[in-house]
């Protein structure tokens, strides 16, 4: 199975990482291929996963996608995590949640 991990902190990176996530995820419906695809956001980057961001994520999440959002970056930004999109996932700490997943076995990728 195909785990990547993809981790955003740059606010201007957005429509890269999502492009990378549709070109992935078309790979693997059109490979047949089993996949796990996370996007981790931190830094300046927790600012696109707001209900008022342009940036809408929806679409990935119902793919199957999982928005894991640094509390950390949101503490320090003063945002609490019901201000955050439906369907993100909060974790504790980012470098915490890259770590963890390429040690079980995730690509990392950072567009």
Request: glycine share 8%; hydrophobic share 40%; proline share 4%.
């Amino acid at each position: 199975m195909l785990k990547v991990i993809l981790h955003i902190d740059e606010n201007h990176k957005w429509n890269t990482l999502l492009s990378n996530v549709k070109n992935l995820k078309e790979w693997l419906i059109q490979n047949k291929e089993p996949g796990k695809i996370e996007i981790l956001v931190n830094g300046e980057a927790v600012e696109m996963v707001l209900k008022a961001s342009p940036v809408k994520l929806e679409e990935v999440l119902k793919t199957g996608v999982k928005v894991a959002v640094c509390q950390n970056s949101l503490n320090t930004r003063g945002y609490k995590e019901g201000m955050l999109q439906e369907g993100c996932t909060v974790v504790p700490a980012g470098i915490v949640e890259l770590v963890q997943k390429q040690n079980s076995g995730f690509a990392y990728v950072k567009p």
